[in-house]
């Protein structure tokens, strides 16, 4: 007799189950003995790809300078993107044929490859063939992560450690544009590369043999192992290579452009839809539309908060130093809702919170370009983005809670996969279109200055057609958020 399908019902938004208290009190907590060295090792993963993430773009624009290699500044960025949709793909089979615990060593491995490969780079293309390979191992890190929550976590803690990955990324988020620009300044940017492997021997000696013990090995040890997909490997590169050419369209607004738009349309559609789950774009109810909301809302935030600082150096006449900063109590914030959506008695209201976090995010992004007018003070993008921040920590940690308990164990891999292609995709979509327009409406570019420093010239309608339109695709994700609920 088959299990029923968990994706029938959404559990995290209907009336615990009689047993269900007695199951949360045995089921200890994140830091117990049980799962101490487990919890540790797997956030200090994060806090160190937090890090790596926070950091590495103040050294960037010196780093192409110095290797002459500005005129390929945006490859560095999409080639980590581009590898590591095709690591998340790899990653979600790897992990339900054998376990998350290969997928990991390998992943944090590659990154730290790539990191020393950038941070040692004589020329431009061997610092992207370093980004490149450092995307691989993120992309099959940050899956592998899920599945270890998924088999190594009750249900009951699932919420706890998600929200303690996302406080990971608070203090990198306040503290990483500052460590980087002093290493930068004072010991040069290849130290901001080639310091950060170091640091991966700690999580790893804790987390990996936590992993072996805990959730190592096939879903099912006496099922025969599933085969690789490999149709799904293809539409992996498929997707990956669609997306950069279509975020090069993006960024080179040229007649030839419509020649890698158009092959990268052709090739990442298809994949999209055979990557995804049936019914994503259509917000189908349950996990489609779990999987469409992850990438409404990382997509639109995402791309609008890339623009904040360059409004604010732009139009306010702010320091870079102050523009970052501007943002960093969001991290705070986003932590704060992960922590909410976490507690025990937010399980009969998390629905109604999904939705209402979007609602905040929507207000945030269209709440930033107030700047614009002379009469509005400029801290007001720090508040409204610290609100928006905090819907983002509701929504992005229940959705991932939301997948683990919708997918059965032998699919908790190809699923997570699936969330994070929504999110990298989203991101990388939103971002070239939110570019384009930018660049259509006179945006301005960042030329060299002396001492390094960026001399910005813009037009607020061209930041206007950015936020605008993210604003209201945000907006959609409110809708979206009503539709979590699987059909009965």
Not at 161 to 179: E, K, N, Q, R, T
Not at 290 to 310: D, K, N, T
């Amino acid at each position: 007799m088959s299990a029923p399908d968990p994706r029938d019902t959404d559990v995290a938004d209907v009336p615990p189950a009689p047993d269900r208290t007695a199951a949360e009190e045995s089921a200890g907590s994140v830091l117990d003995r049980e799962h101490r060295a487990l919890s540790i090792g797997i956030v200090s993963v994060v806090l160190l790809i937090a890090f790596e993430a926070t950091a590495v773009g103040t050294a960037m624009p010196v780093a192409a300078r110095e290797l002459d290699g500005v005129a390929l500044y945006a490859f560095a960025f999409s080639s980590y993107f581009t590898t590591s949709l095709f690591g998340m793909v790899l990653a979600g089979q790897w992990s339900d044929r054998s376990g998350p615990l290969a997928p990991l060593a390998v992943g944090m491995a590659s990154f730290a490859a790539g990191l020393l490969l950038a941070g040692t780079a004589g020329t431009m293309w061997l610092f992207v063939l370093g980004r490149a390979v450092q995307g691989l191992g993120g992309g099959l890190v940050i899956v592998a992560l899920y599945v270890v929550v998924s088999r190594a976590y009750a249900e009951a803690l699932r919420p706890a450690i998600m929200a303690a990955f996302a406080a990971g990324w608070v203090v990198p988020s306040v503290v990483g544009p500052l460590a980087s620009g002093t290493i930068t300044e004072h010991l040069g940017w290849r130290w901001v590369f080639v310091g950060i492997p170091l640091l991966v021997v700690f999580p790893l000696a804790l987390a990996l043999p936590a992993i072996r013990r805990t959730a190592s090995g096939p879903a099912d040890p006496t099922a025969p192992l599933p085969p690789y997909d490999r149709r799904r490997i293809r539409l992996a590169l498929g997707i990956s290579l669609g997306a950069g050419l279509l975020q090069y369209a993006g960024q080179e607004l040229r007649w030839l452009s419509l020649v890698p738009a158009a092959v990268g349309a052709a090739l990442l559609v298809p994949s999209a839809l055979g990557l995804l789950p049936k019914g994503t774009f259509r917000a189908a109810r349950g996990l489609p539309s779990v999987v469409l909301l992850r990438g409404i809302a990382a997509g639109s935030f995402i791309a609008a908060e890339s623009f904040v600082p360059l409004m604010l150096v732009a139009e306010r006449g702010l320091s870079p130093t102050l523009a970052g900063l501007s943002l960093a109590v969001g991290g705070l914030t986003w932590a704060g809702g992960s922590y909410l959506q976490a507690r025990p008695w937010m399980t009969r209201y998390r629905e109604r919170a999904r939705v209402a976090g979007m609602v905040l995010v929507a207000a945030a992004i269209a709440a930033a370009p107030s700047v614009l007018i002379p009469a509005v003070p400029a801290w007001v993008v720090a508040v409204a983005w610290a609100f928006g921040c905090l819907g983002m920590g509701v929504v992005i940690a229940s959705t991932s809670v939301l997948l683990l308990e919708l997918s059965a164990p032998e699919e908790a891999g190809a699923n997570s996969a699936a969330l994070q292609i929504s999110d990298g995709l989203s991101n990388v979509l939103l971002l070239a279109a939110g570019g384009a327009a930018f660049a259509a409406l006179g945006g301005g570019a960042l030329g060299d200055a002396a001492h390094g420093a960026a001399a910005v010239s813009s037009h607020p309608a061209a930041f206007a057609a950015v936020f605008l339109p993210m604003a209201a695709v945000a907006a959609t994700g409110a809708w979206v958020a009503t539709r979590l609920r699987a059909p009965k």
